[in-house]
Every structure is written in C-alpha cells, then in structure tokens.
C-alpha cells in the first residue's frame, strides 16, 4: 500500500529537485558544515575548516527553492518579502535566504545541524580544549555556574554548548532543564527537559518570562542577541543557577561587554553589576586556520568602579 501523496511530502519531492544533487550531496556528507550560494550563482561548501567551490545553481532556480522553503514554513518570500529565516524542512538545518533587490540574484546560507553531540571529553581526545578546561568546565556545572559560550561566527559555539549539556545531563541528570532558541540548534538529552522555540509572534524575551513557570532548575538559551540578555541574567541571579547561553564576541572579555551592549537595548545602561554577579564563567571559542578550539575560560568573580574581577582559568596555546 503506498503512502499518501501529503502536502509535506510533495513539498519534500519538489525541495530536493530543487536543491540538486551538488547540494543534496553536501547535506548528506558528515564533515560538511555549511553550504553558501553567491550571488554570481556560484555554490560554496565549509568542510574540515576549508571553503570550497561547488558547483553552480542558476539564480531561477535558486529562487523556485526559496520559494519552495517558504512555503513549508507557511510564509513567503519575494520582490517586497526578501527575506527569509527558518529551517529547512529536509533534516531541519538553519537556513537563510535572500532576493533581489537585497541582492543582485538570489543568495542562501545553509547552516547545517549537528548530527552528533561530542562530550567534553572528546573535546580533550580531539585536542579542541586541554585537560584543565574539561575540569574547569565540569566543575562549574556541579558548583551550578552560569556559562557564557562566546566566539565569532562559526567557531562552534553551539556544538561546545551541546557538549556542556550534555555534561550537565550526565553529571546533574536529576535537573530539571528549560531550553530556549528561535532554531532548532541545542540538543538536549536530559530525561527532565522542555524546549521551547520563539517564532515570529512569540520572541526569546516571552519565553524566558514563561520558563520561569515550568519550574526550571537550569536555563538554557541557544543564542543571546537582544534585550532578552536582561531577562536572562535576572533569571540566573533570583534561583535559576547553572544556566548555558552562547554569545557572539571576539574575545572571552569581550563577551562581557557584548551582553552590557544586549542589555542596554532593554533599557538598563548600568548593567556591569549585575552582569558581573550573573556570570560565572565564559568559555570562548576560535576558529584558528580552520581548527575549532576552546582558545580561553575566564571565571568572573564580579564588579568593581575598576572593571570585572576576572580570573584566567585557562588559555590554550596555538
């Protein structure tokens, strides 16, 4: 008896003749990690921390797949709508894209999901952090710290943030776990978990207003990038410690700074105090000539006229 010919699965059909075999190909390899369309129609592809060429899609195919993802997330894209942000209904990747006239032709970035969690300590066998950050790090989910996970643009932020969830799921398995993200990034394989997922109507400040009702014993939040960075450390300093969230930044101590700058847009300009109170550690992550590593932990101890009280923890040498 064959399956029915659902909405989904016509959808399913038409985006993978769409994305073409090139693409295809590159969602199906495991050490592909993004897969990029230029406006001048060439594809690109990360792999093992090398950007290579592709192939091609024509800019009127490009379009007939954005428009085809739009429609599995009931939206659409076009002339006057050319954006678009969402996930792509294959295997749920971070997709964006965009059309004429924010680009010459069509563009898209697709950010693949992990397929696998690493634990901290194949961090360590792989040589992404050393000894003494896999004991930093642990010892702060038992002493229920809160995590700041920073680095630049695909340095690897949310697959650390994974493996630190992981290390609370096997070290505090008994903690009830609240997950915010607007993509669906963060794998969570706590037993005690919800995830909660904004969207166009309901943003990430909503839901951290909400979790507080679930009872959480720590929250989690994929990605801080506006005024919900207030909500946020509010949370982690009035009983909800041992939280993870990640942030963009240059530097471990530029973290820091980058969250005054996300609280600010909520309105409060003096927020070193209280940042210094609810951040207990920041682990920054760098890309370096294609390696992903664990580059330095500091541990915050809180604030001062003088600046942050700052303890260097670790800092790994490339």
């Known amino acids: 008896m064959t399956a029915p010919d659902t909405h989904q699965t016509r959808l399913l059909r038409k985006l993978r003749l769409e994305l073409g075999p090139e693409v295809l190909g590159a969602l199906e390899d495991p050490e592909v990690v993004e897969i990029l369309l230029n406006p001048d129609s060439s594809l690109w592809i990360e792999k093992r921390g090398e950007m290579t060429r592709a192939g091609a899609m024509t800019p009127v195919n490009a379009k007939h797949l954005l428009g085809t993802i739009a429609a599995s997330l009931d939206t659409t894209i076009s002339r006057e709508n050319p954006l678009l942000e969402g996930e792509l209904l294959l295997d749920g990747s971070r997709v964006a894209g965009s059309l004429p006239p924010v680009t010459t032709n069509p563009t898209f970035a697709i950010r693949k999901k992990a397929s696998t969690v690493f634990s901290l300590d194949q961090y360590v066998a792989r040589g992404a952090m050393n000894a003494d950050q896999r004991e930093t790090i642990q010892a702060a989910l038992k002493a229920r710290a809160n995590i700041l996970v920073a680095g630049g643009t695909s340095s690897g932020k949310t697959t650390l943030a994974n493996a630190v969830i992981h290390g609370i799921s096997e070290l505090c398995h008994q903690d009830r776990l609240i997950v915010i993200e607007d993509t669906a990034e963060i794998q969570c394989q706590a037993e005690n978990a919800l995830l909660l997922r904004a ?37 982690w300093n009035t009983g909800h410690p041992g939280g993870v969230a990640t942030v963009h930044a240059n530097s471990a101590g530029v973290a820091l700074v980058r969250m ?54 670790s800092e790994l040498c490339l």
């Open 199 to 235: 969207n166009s109507t309901v943003d990430l400040l909503r839901l951290l207003r909400l979790s507080l009702r679930y009872r959480p014993d720590r929250i989690l939040v994929g990605e801080v990038r506006g005024p919900e960075a207030l909500a946020l450390l509010k949370a």
């Open 260 to 313: 005054e700058q996300l609280v600010a847009e909520a309105g409060l300009t003096e927020a070193q105090a209280l940042i210094g109170e609810a951040v207990d550690l920041v682990v920054y992550m760098e890309k370096h000539r294609g390696v992903r590593r664990v580059r330095e932990i500091i541990e915050v101890r809180g604030w001062e006229p003088a600046g942050y009280l700052i303890n260097r923890r």
